[in-house]
């Protein structure tokens, strides 16, 4: 089966413009996750959805940064405006289940606002 | 709330050394216990897990025990290769914490031939 699909895989933009990550999760996995890894530090979570519901959102940093997941296939993560301390690795991932054996990571999209 | 540390690198070893990576955590209850790995360029990888307590996970030669007494989950490889060299990443998933994955702050290895 494919694998969790990430792009842009690097993007650098400027202070202020926006950015837009999209996510496919492995299809029929109802459960989408974003993290990111800011400055080399843990990776924390962003938010978690479940189909096209945003099930829990408490790791969003701030109001720049909308998540959607439109039919519950794809999501987007877009960054408006961004700012420099947002430049990191944000990952997305998806699992089929509540299972606590973890999910399935795409490869990330590395932003760097200059 | 819940939290992982894991030791801090880069670590550095010659091949065919002894790797141990220490990772402790705290949690309320009984988390699921994981290592993730990223190799250079890629996403990140599930190299192993333990979900209860003296469960032992193992993958690659790679080997970690969830020892619930100690709250720790160190990883350790009896003989490291080059092609191991990548970050590697301890994380929890709590029982109080919905489906969110709790990580380190990862610890680098690199292996020399």
């Known amino acids: 089966e494919a694998g969790v699909t990430q792009f842009p895989s690097h993007s650098v933009i400027e202070k202020g413009q926006t950015v837009t990550l999209r996510c496919d999760p492995i299809s029929g996995h109802d459960n989408l996750y974003w993290y990111r890894r800011v400055m080399g530090k843990e990776i924390k979570f962003l938010l978690h959805f479940v189909k096209e519901s945003k099930q829990d959102e408490s790791g969003m940093p701030n109001n720049r940064f909308l998540a959607e997941r439109t039919g519950g296939t794809y999501s987007t993560l877009k960054v408006q405006p961004a700012e420099l301390e947002d430049s990191g690795v944000y990952f997305c991932a998806s699992s089929q289940d509540w299972s606590r054996v973890g999910y399935t990571f795409g490869s990330g999209t590395r932003l760097t606002v200059v | 709330g819940d939290s992982v540390t894991q030791m801090e690198g880069p670590v550095t070893l010659s091949e065919e050394a002894f790797l141990t990576i220490n990772c402790t955590y705290t949690?309320?209850?009984?988390?699921?216990l994981f290592w993730y790995v990223q190799y250079p360029g890629e996403g990140l990888q599930l190299l192993l897990k333990a979900t209860k307590a003296d469960d032992k996970g193992s993958n690659k030669g790679f080997e970690a025990t969830y020892r619930k007494e100690t709250t720790s989950f160190h990883l350790e490889k009896g003989s490291v290769q080059v092609s191991d060299s990548a970050v590697y990443f301890c994380?929890?998933?709590?029982?109080?914490?919905?489906?969110?994955?709790?990580f380190g702050g990862g610890t680098r290895l690199m292996v020399k031939p």
């Open positions: 994380a929890l998933l709590g029982n109080n914490a919905g489906n969110m994955l709790t």
């Open positions: 949690a309320t209850g009984y988390p699921s």
